[in-house]
């Protein structure tokens, strides 16, 4: 998985999913397209005349699926892409995003998933 997806004060070789999905970039990226632009700076800012996405959809708490979204719009946003498609170079973004949701579903009882949704 691309290595901003971690926070990586937490990164353990051993633990593959310690860490994961908790990267600085993949929640300014969340956030900006959930809860707004300038939360994406500060958390509990609201600045725009436009009802964030989030609250939009009635998003009360971060979901799998939303999470995904962020990280494939982030990698996009790292690539050197110029257009949308599902493969840049040799990764596939549609595979990219089906794997950040198992990860979630797959599981949804593990330990991880509980303590990464409650960490968002």
Not at 4 to 31: A, H, I, N, W
Not at 73 to 87: E, G, M, N, V
Request: with cysteine; charged share 20%.
């Amino acid at each position: 998985l691309p290595a901003f997806l971690y926070d990586e004060s937490m990164l353990d070789p051993t633990r593959k999913r310690q860490g994961c999905l908790r990267g600085y970039y993949l929640k300014r990226v969340f956030r900006h397209i959930f809860t707004g632009p300038t939360s994406a700076i500060l958390a509990n800012a609201h600045k725009g005349t436009k009802a964030p996405k989030g609250r939009m959809h009635g998003m009360t708490s971060p979901l799998p699926r939303a999470i995904a979204y962020a990280a494939v719009q982030a990698y996009f946003q790292l690539s050197s892409a110029t257009q949308w498609r599902q493969q840049i170079e040799d990764f596939d973004v549609v595979l990219f995003y089906d794997r950040v949701v198992d990860m979630f579903e797959g599981n949804p009882n593990a330990q991880w998933v509980e303590e990464t949704l409650n960490h968002w």
